[in-house]
Nanobody
């Protein structure tokens, strides 16, 4: 059974940093495309970042490019999201997701991922 467990969320002031972790069990993260999504109250699930299974290429939403970095540690079977220069608009519940071989055109779509964590809350105060 595949399980994804996020951690690292919290309350931070604008301009601060957080690092989210997603520990995977039941599958090896290097064999799957891994993504981060977020959802603020009253909105849909929004793509944040992904790392491709096939070539380790990384993808980012325009709103976080240059501030967030996705990475993975195969030894720890964990995916990370380093978030710098945080803004109040980054406040959301952040989810880790795992897919198979996800086509580039699909990588930003929640429907391309078949396993999800429970989420970790990130709150950025102004």
């Amino acid at each position: 059974q595949v399980q994804l467990v996020e951690s690292g969320g919290g309350l931070v002031q604008a301009g601060g940093s957080l690092r989210l972790s997603c520990a995977a069990s039941g599958r090896t993260i290097t064999s799957y495309t891994m993504g981060w999504f977020r959802q603020a109250p009253g909105t849909g699930r929004e793509f944040v970042a992904a790392i491709s299974r096939s070539d380790d290429r990384t993808y980012y939403a325009d709103s976080v490019g240059g501030r967030f970095t996705i990475s993975r540690d195969s030894a720890e079977n964990t995916v990370y999201l380093q978030m710098n220069s945080l803004k109040p608009d980054d406040t959301a519940l952040y989810y880790c997701a795992s897919g198979g071989t996800v086509a580039t055109l699909m990588i930003r779509l929640p429907g391309a991922y078949n396993y999800w964590g429970q989420g970790t809350q990130v709150t950025v105060s102004s």
